[in-house]
């Protein structure tokens, strides 16, 4: 079978600055992919490109069908949908505000409107209890759960995930990651993002190694047994 999400040769621009280069990378259908590096190695800027919010060349294909470039609109009704780096929450907006934003390519279904939100307040039962609060107000953790939860009411097809653990305490780290592999073992696809490797490589079957700006390495997470041969994927 061909893969879910198929990215051949692509490269991203800021302005005149090439910060992503000929990456080729795939996510097969309910795989956890961890994509790993340091600050600066190009991670974030590969999962807005995948979304088309920079200038890019190269193809990204879902399901076999290209995903149009420069279109945040039709790769989100593609099923990419991307929780971002920070969180990106509106916080003056309540919590059920949030939640119905990510929901806005349902155009007044609310049945399925329903569904969907009936499953996100089940993964994160916390967010049931401040619907009505200032999402500005929720801790960190709670803020990451509802930039995921917001993520969820747009169904998507693969979830990506931009740091998720950033400026979060260790126990709160371990119940995000739970529950990513719990939509993860759901039969939900995943591309997770994190500097903190060894957190990615408990839940990923694949992860690719990124270095200024291109693919490092790829690597079966069950190989690497401490940060120190970790490293050796980097150096070569």
């Given amino acids: 079978m061909a893969p879910m999400l198929e990215v051949e040769g692509l490269s991203a621009w800021y302005g005149h600055v090439e910060a992503l280069r000929l990456v080729d990378m795939h996510v097969d259908d309910g795989e956890l992919v961890a994509v790993l590096g340091p600050n600066g190695a190009g991670k974030s800027t590969l999962m807005r490109a995948l979304l088309g919010l920079v200038p890019t060349q190269g193809r990204v294909r879902f399901r076999g069908a290209d995903v149009p470039r420069r279109n945040p609109v039709a790769a989100a009704a593609c099923g990419l949908v991307l929780v971002p780096e920070g969180r ?33 307040l089940a993964l994160f039962p916390r967010l049931k209890e401040r619907l009505p609060q200032a999402s500005g107000s929720l801790s960190g953790g709670e803020q990451q ?15 990506l995930l931009d740091e ?9 780290i371990e119940e995000i990651l739970e529950k990513l592999g719990e939509l993860n073992r759901n039969g939900l696809p995943i591309v997770l993002v994190e500097q903190k490797a ?3 490589l408990r839940l ?18 069950r190989t690497v047994k401490s940060h120190d041969e970790l490293a050796n994927f980097y150096l070569g």
Avoid at 92 to 101: G, I, R, S
Avoid at 147 to 157: E, H, Q, S, Y
Wanted: charged residues 20%; aromatic residues 6%; glycine residues 8%.
């Fill in 198 to 200: 060894p957190l990615a």
């Fill in 88 to 120: 990106g929450i509106f916080g003056p907006m309540t919590v059920a505000e949030n939640l119905e934003l990510g929901a806005y390519l349902l155009k007044g279904n609310r049945a399925e409107f329903a569904r969907r939100h009936d499953r996100v």
């Fill in 145 to 159: 759960m509802l930039a995921i939860g917001r993520a969820l009411m747009a169904d998507p097809k693969i979830l």
């Fill in 164 to 172: 998720p653990s950033l400026g979060l305490a260790p126990r709160v």
């Fill in 204 to 221: 990923a079957r694949r992860a690719y190694l990124m270095s200024v700006g291109s693919i490092a390495a790829e690597i079966d997470p």
